[in-house]
């Protein structure tokens, strides 16, 4: 198993779904970015059909918040105490990509991402917004 890029760093909106409709990921307010399984805690709508409020995303089906700890936080009209949890999945954002790691938190160690220093480096690849310019001007 592996840490697996999923999307673009630079190109991901607040909230995205993975090609294979498995996961969902969103930027809460406060920063970072979440990877949840694609499927609501009440009665399972995809999430990545809904969108972020804050640091929630609300379900589009019937107004469920999930916080940035995959817990439900609140619905209009209903107690949400004791519904499950979204499935989380460990995410990095790192050499300008979403990954995500698909198994569990205590298999998922940091240092098992493959080292890029290129791609760290100030001068290298990953430093260049990558505009379009002409190489020949005049
Ligand atoms: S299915 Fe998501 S709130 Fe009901």
């Given at each position: ?6 999307a ?5 909106r607040?909230l995205?779904?993975s090609?294979d ?37 609300v ?22 105490g ?10 990095i954002e ?6 995500v ?7 998922a ?13 100030p ?16």
């Open positions: 198993m592996t840490w697996q890029a999923r673009r760093s630079a190109t991901s607040s995205a779904r090609p409709s498995a996961w969902c990921s969103f930027r809460p307010a406060s920063g970072g970015v979440i990877a949840l399984e694609d499927f609501c805690p009440h009665r399972g709508a995809p999430l990545s059909l809904g969108f972020v409020r804050g640091d929630t995303l379900c589009g089906y019937h107004g469920l918040a999930v916080d940035c700890r995959s817990r439900p936080d609140n619905m209009p009209g209903q107690q949400v004791r519904f499950p949890p979204a499935h989380a999945f460990p995410v790192r050499y300008g990509f979403i990954r790691w698909p198994g569990d938190l205590e298999q160690p940091a240092d098992r991402l493959h080292p890029l220093p290129w791609a760290e480096s001068t290298g690849p990953m430093a260049s917004d990558c505009s379009i310019s002409p190489a020949i001007t005049g």
